[in-house]
C-alpha cells in the first residue's frame, strides 16, 4: 500500500457530509413515504397498523418510528415467500435469500430502483475503504442466493474497479488469480482472507511484494485479533462492512481509514436505532444495545424497524475523515450468541477481547460447552503460535495457566484450557463457528 492513494475523496459529499438537521430531514421525508408504501402494499403491516391503532398520518416526526411495528426474521418466515413483497411480481427484477438454520429462508425481492439504489450505497462504502476506480477487485464470496457476491460485485464494477469474479473456494486457484491478474481488493470472510494467506505462506508466495492492497471483508465478524494478524501477515489493509439481507444486503455499514473500530452508517438508506432487546425501549445516548433498522429507498420489500439481533453502539460525533454519518461501533456481540453459562452471561467476543491481549495466543480457537455431572463447563481449544508451543512442560503450563487465569477475570467464570498446535483446528471457507454447544 502506498499512503499517497489516501485519503480517498467522498464519494458524494453532500450526503455524507450533511448537517444532522438535513439528515434528519431527508429521513423524515424518506421514512412517511416508507411508511404509505408498507401500509398500502403490504397487508401484513396494514393489519399490524391496525391492530396497533396506527395511521401512516402519524409519523410527524423522526423520533416517531417508534411507533411503528418491528419487523424480524420470524414475520420474514411467516409471509414466506412473497407475502411482504409492495411491487407487483412482475417489478421485479432479481431474488436473493439468506439461510437459516432451520425452516425456510428468507426472501427478499428489488426491483429495478433498488438494485440502483443497492449499487450506491456499495459504491460510497468501498470508497471509504480506499478503493479506486482502477482497482482490480477479486470476489472470493459464493454468488448464488447470498447477498454478498452479488451486492458488491456490481457495486465495485459500478464504481469502475476491474471485477473478477472467481467465487469461493479453490484457494491455489484464487493465489494463482492474484498473482496473474494483479489483484489489489480481496473480497472475503476475514477467515478465508486468512486461509489463504496461511496457503500462499506455505506456497512461498511473497506477501509483501504482492499487489494486493485492500481487504474487503463481511459475512461475519472480524475481531480486532484477527484484523491486525491478516494486516501484518498479507501488507493489505483489512476494511470490514456490515449488512443484512432483510434490509437490503452488505452496504449498511462500512469502516472509512480514519475510525477503524467503526462504520460509518449509509444514514441516506437507513434509519438506526440501538434499543433494549428485552423492553424495545432506546438505550441512554451511546449505550449499547440491538440495532434496529429501517431501510428508507426500498419499493420491492419494504422493511420496518427490522429487528437485528446485533448488539453496538451508535456515536454521531463527528469522524476525522469529515463524513457525517452516525458510526455504529463493529458488532461484538449477538443477542442470539449469547452463552448462559451456570447462570452467567457469556458473549464469545469475550473471549476474543481475552486473547487478543495476550502475546503468543493465536486467532484460531474453539470454544466447547458441555455439561458434567449436571453442571455446565466452557472448555476453550486454543491454537498457539509456533514460538509458543514447544516440549517444555513447564513452559506451555504456565501459558495455560495465563490464559485460564485472565478468562476467569473477565468472565468470572473458571474455563478449562487446552492448547493445541498451530494448524490443528479446521479452517472454514465460510463463516467460522467459534463455539460449540453440546448441552442437550
Ligand atoms: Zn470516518
Known amino acids: 500500500m502506498t499512503s499517497s492513494t489516501y485519503p480517498q475523496p467522498i464519494f458524494n459529499p453532500a450526503v455524507e457530509c450533511a448537517s444532522r438537521e438535513k439528515i434528519t430531514e431527508t429521513q423524515l421525508g424518506l421514512l412517511k413515504e416508507q411508511v404509505r408504501l408498507a401500509y398500502d402494499k403490504v397487508p401484513w403491516y396494514q393489519a399490524r ?12 416526526t423522526l423520533a416517531d418510528v417508534r411507533l411503528l411495528p418491528v419487523t424480524d426474521k420470524s414475520v420474514m418466515r411467516e409471509t414466506y415467500p412473497f407475502g411482504l413483497f409492495a411491487a407487483p411480481l412482475d417489478q421485479i427484477v432479481r431474488l436473493h435469500s439468506s439461510s437459516g438454520t432451520t425452516g425456510k429462508p428468507v426472501v427478499v425481492g428489488y426491483t429495478k430502483a433498488d438494485i440502483e439504489e443497492w449499487r450506491y450505497c456499495i459504491m460510497s462504502m468501498v470508497q471509504m475503504a480506499g478503493v479506486i476506480p482502477s482497482d482490480r477487485a477479486q470476489m472470493a464470496f459464493g454468488y448464488g442466493m447470498f447477498t454478498g457476491g452479488f451486492g458488491l460485485h456490481y457495486g465495485l464494477e459500478g464504481l469502475g474497479c476491474m471485477m473478477i469474479p472467481a467465487g469461493s473456494g479453490n484457494t491455489e486457484r484464487h493465489l494463482m488469480m492474484i498473482e496473474d491478474y494483479g489483484t489489489t481488493v480481496l473480497i472475503a470472510t476475514p477467515s478465508y482472507a486468512l486461509h489463504i494467506c496461511e496457503v500462499g505462506e506455505k506456497l512461498g508466495y511473497d506477501w509483501a511484494s504482492s499487489t494486493l492492497r485492500v481487504g474487503l471483508f463481511g459475512g461475519e465478524p472480524c475481531p480486532p485479533k484477527m484484523k491486525q494478524e491478516i494486516e501484518q501477515r498479507m501488507h493489505i489493509i483489512c476494511t470490514d462492512n456490515y449488512g443484512l439481507t ?195
Not at 397498523?49 to 409519523?59: A, S
Not at 469502516?255 to 460509518?264: A, G, K, M
Open 49 to 60: 397498523f391496525k391492530q396497533i391503532g396506527l395511521e401512516p398520518g402519524d409519523i410527524k
Open 246 to 440: 432483510e434490509v437490503m444486503g452488505p452496504g449498511v455499514s462500512g469502516e472509512c481509514l480514519f475510525s477503524r473500530d467503526h462504520q460509518h452508517i449509509a444514514e441516506s438508506h437507513f434509519i438506526w436505532e440501538v434499543v433494549d432487546p428485552q423492553t424495545m425501549e432506546p438505550v441512554t445516548e451511546g449505550g449499547i444495545g440491538e440495532l434496529v433498522l429501517t431501510p428508507l429507498k426500498k419499493q420491492g420489500v419494504p422493511i420496518l424497524r427490522y429487528r437485528t439481533r446485533d448488539l453496538t453502539r451508535v456515536t454521531i460525533d463527528p469522524c476525522a475523515c469529515g463524513r457525517t454519518t452516525a458510526r455504529m461501533e463493529k458488532i461484538r456481540h449477538r443477542s442470539d450468541d449469547m452463552l448462559i453459562i451456570r447462570g452467567t452471561n457469556v458473549f464469545p467476543s469475550q473471549f476474543e477481547d481475552v486473547l487478543s491481549h495476550i502475546e503468543g495466543a493465536s486467532a484460531h480457537y474453539r470454544i466447547i460447552v458441555d455439561n458434567e455431572g449436571g453442571m455446565d463447563r466452557l472448555t476453550l481449544m486454543l491454537e498457539v503460535e509456533p514460538a509458543v508451543f514447544s516440549d517444555s512442560f513447564t513452559q506451555m503450563d504456565s501459558f495455560r495457566a495465563l490464559v485460564a487465569e485472565k478468562l476467569r477475570s473477565t468472565l468470572q467464570l473458571g474455563v478449562v484450557v487446552k492448547l493445541i498446535e498451530p494448524h490443528s483446528l479446521e479452517r472454514s471457507m465460510g463463516k467460522t463457528r467459534h463455539v460449540e454447544d453440546l448441552r442437550s
